[in-house]
Nanobody
Framework: QVQLAESGGGLAQAGDSLRLSCAAS????????MGWFRQAPGKEQEFVGRINWNDGSTYSSNSVKGRFTISRDNAKNTVYLQMNSLKPEDTAIYYC????????????WGQGTQVTVSS
């Protein structure tokens, strides 16, 4: 069973940048897409964005578009979430996830990493 592990979370001030990483445990893992989600206290899980593994095309939610960028390193089986111009409302636990087909559910999930942004 493939495991995903996020890292890079922490404390930041408004306007700062952080980069989250998500590494897959199996080098042979070739998902259709990898996604980032977040969940703030007392709120529902929110889709942040995703990247298609084969062609690297990305999609980001309106709430982070222009500030967050998703990228991948195929050789390292790692996906990144570059977060710039952080806002206090970005405070959440961030999760990465993987799916094996476009019609598939997000099957693989990491344990999450906390991002806290102070004003």
């Amino acid at each position: 069973q493939v495991q995903l592990a996020e890292s890079g979370g922490g404390l930041a001030q408004a306007g700062d940048s952080l980069r989250l990483s998500c590494a897959a445990s199996e080098r042979t893992f070739r998902p259709y897409a990898m996604g980032w989600f977040r969940q703030a206290p007392g709120k529902e899980q929110e889709f942040v964005g995703r990247i298609n593994w084969n062609d690297g095309s990305t999609y980001s939610s309106n709430s982070v578009k222009g500030r967050f960028t998703i990228s991948r390193d195929n050789a390292k089986n790692t996906v990144y979430l570059q977060m710039n111009s952080l806002k206090p409302e970005d405070t959440a636990i961030y999760y990465c996830a993987g799916k094996m087909a476009s019609y598939d559910t997000w099957t693989y999930w990491g344990q999450g990493t906390q991002v806290t942004v102070s004003s």
